[in-house]
């Protein structure tokens, strides 16, 4: 990908850094990785607390990536989508106990 043509330093530094975790991620030609990896990749920076934004810029600079250099065509785009469900930053955030689970709970707490 070529990333020189970039029109700001910060971009330039951004994509770069996006590209060497990638690639340091998946040490293989981006021919052979396949859309389990790149969800793999994905997952992992949400699991690492990367910004939802951040996220998006790493999808799209893998995405772009692969189409040049590994020739992914876009069936191969429609798996990862499939795989990995890109986050919403509106969307709520999981409850890990239900609402019974929590009352429960907080039935039990001593004053």
Do not use: C, H, W
């Amino acid at each position: 990908m070529d990333i020189r043509s970039l029109k700001t330093p910060d971009t330039y530094k951004t994509y770069k850094s996006i590209l060497t975790k990638f690639e340091n991620y998946l040490p293989k030609p981006p021919s052979l990785i396949t859309p389990e990896e790149v969800a793999s990749f994905l997952e992992y920076l949400s699991n690492k607390k990367y910004s939802v934004a951040m996220q998006k810029i790493s999808y799209v600079v893998i995405i772009k990536y692969l189409k040049e250099k590994g020739g992914k065509k876009d069936e191969f785009i429609k798996e990862v989508k499939i795989l990995y469900k890109m986050p919403n930053p509106r969307q709520k955030p999981r409850t890990m106990l239900s609402d019974e689970d929590l009352e429960q709970f907080f039935d039990n707490i001593e004053n």
